[in-house]
């Protein structure tokens, strides 16, 4: 799914929200924050790629790509402070709609993408990216279910999630479990054999859903036990 990066304020005052889903928060995501190490390490890969972009650096651009970031979205007035400085990224086309300005990045990036060579070394090495993943891959299934065709290839692969990395996530090919790593120092990721495949990650929220349930069953009592001892006319 593409990713927004949404930017308002002035020349002096940036802010900014990264949209992961075009349907925006669902009920209940507010209590799957990512929290330790890597959450922090993707919030500050963020910031750092905000600052950047906003501060005309060379390469900034590339600093999205581990974020799935594909969008820059700002309203006119923001636009127009920002304007030049992301004007001179390479990277960046583009366009006017009513009310704002779109900035899409030219460089391939996505959910899942998977790495080799000297991309794999380099990630897990915890550095930033200097350009495109080797392969962006197409996914299905929901925000914290991805699912994916894999095709096989020679040499070591990495198949990074751009999520914070968490003992949460699992993943499997063909239902072979794969073994966690951390790309960029923050995000997630697995190894990935040379043969192909059908590519499973899931988000195990522990016992958070039978909280839920719990939750709901004694808010059912609660309301009928209100009902039921409310006053009543003959």
């Not at 709609?97 to 460089?107: D, R």
């Amino acid at each position: 799914a593409s990713r927004a990066l949404v930017l308002d304020g002035d020349g002096h005052l940036v802010r900014y929200a990264l949209i992961r889903t075009s349907a925006g928060p669902h009920l209940g995501s507010g209590d799957l924050a990512a929290s330790g190490g890597s959450a922090a390490g993707a919030s500050a890969a963020l910031a750092a790629a905000v600052r950047d972009l906003v501060a005309g650096r060379p390469g900034a651009g590339a600093e999205l790509v581990p974020l799935g970031i594909d969008y820059i979205v700002a309203p006119a007035s923001t636009a127009r402070a920002v304007a030049p400085e992301l004007g001179q990224e390479p990277t960046l086309t583009v366009f006017p709609v009513p009310g704002g300005t779109v900035w899409h990045s030219t460089l391939a990036t996505g959910e899942l993408t998977v790495l080799s060579g000297a991309d794999l070394a380099s990630a897990e090495s915890g550095a930033d990216p200097t350009g495109a993943p080797a392969q962006v891959l197409t996914v299905a299934g929901g925000p914290a279910s991805p699912t994916a065709s894999v095709d096989p290839a020679s040499g070591d692969r990495l198949v990074v999630l751009a999520e914070p990395a968490s003992g949460h996530w699992h993943a499997t090919l063909d239902g072979h479990s794969l073994v966690p790593k951390t790309a960029y120092g923050w995000a997630q990721a697995f190894e990935l054999p040379q043969s192909g495949g059908h590519l499973a990650i899931t988000y195990d929220s522990g016992g958070r859903h039978l909280w839920l349930i719990l939750e709901l069953v004694l808010l059912a009592g609660v309301i009928l036990y209100g009902a039921g001892a409310g006053p009543h006319v003959q």
